[in-house]
């Protein structure tokens, strides 16, 4: 049974920063590009950040210069550094384990960014 469980999550005020994890389980961790998506009620789910098995990654342009993607293969784990937080960045952030046969997903870790 494959899990990605995020935590990390919760309420920062603006400027500030959180960092997210996401453990996955069930899968060979270096088979699959790894990622963080978010969304905001009544809107699509937008990517945020992605690595790749050789640890390429792509970032959204709203966040690239405040948020750091990295990735543990010893731990399964892949992590979203983000700082400078703004308000728009309140969102549930998602985890997301990805190759061409497959797709899965966490249940998401609330962030809010509110004084």
């Known amino acids: 049974q494959v899990q990605l469980v995020e935590s990390g999550g919760g309420l920062v005020q603006p400027g500030g920063s959180l960092r997210l994890s996401c453990t996955a389980s069930g899968i060979f961790f270096r088979d699959y590009g790894m990622g963080w998506y978010r969304q905001v009620p009544e809107k699509q789910r937008e990517l945020v950040a992605v690595?790749?098995?050789?640890?390429?990654?792509v970032y959204a342009d709203s966040v690239k210069g405040r948020f750091t993607i990295t990735s543990d293969n010893a731990k399964n784990t892949v992590y979203l550094q983000m700082n400078t937080l703004k308000p728009q960045g309140t969102a549930v952030y998602y985890c997301?384990?990805?190759?061409?046969?497959?797709?899965?997903w966490g249940q998401g870790t609330h962030v809010t960014v509110s004084s």
């Open positions: 690595i790749n098995s050789g640890g390429e990654t």
């Open positions: 997301n384990a990805r190759r061409p046969t497959a797709n899965y």
